[in-house]
């Protein structure tokens, strides 16, 4: 399992392999991650089959997974960057820009922790 569905499990109610599936049915839906992008410009510009990898247990979530939980759970998550020595937070909001809850989880540039 990857270690950001892992991360985000800490936060959220549900196990990490059903908050990995409910992230791709919204991406499948083709819903929109931000304001004017959808899951089409993703799938165009990254690979088309973006969303059947991303179903497998062993593929690494990222920015895009990140982004479509907020929505999905009306969170804000902090990113702290742990990979330059800024140490600069990356912050994701809803869409809707309204989030019930935040969390933090680290990133060192290839693995994700929750912090709690």
């Known amino acids: 399992m990857s270690c950001l569905f892992n991360s985000l499990n800490a936060f959220i109610n549900e ?4 908050i990995r599936q409910k992230i791709c049915d919204y991406l499948q839906e083709n819903k929109p991650i931000i304001e004017g992008l959808d899951t089409g410009f993703i ?23 990140i982004q479509v939980a907020c929505n999905l759970w009306q969170l804000r998550i902090n990113v702290k960057n742990y990979r330059n020595q800024g140490m600069k937070d990356i912050e994701f909001l809803p ?14 540039g290839g693995h994700y922790e929750p912090i709690l």
């Open 15 to 18: 196990g990490p392999q059903e």
């Open 95 to 108: 869409l809707s820009g309204q989030y019930e809850k935040t969390i933090n989880i680290y990133w060192t």
């Open 43 to 65: 799938l165009a510009l990254e690979n088309s089959n973006y969303i059947s990898n991303m179903r497998s247990s062993s593929t690494w979530g990222g920015a895009i997974e």
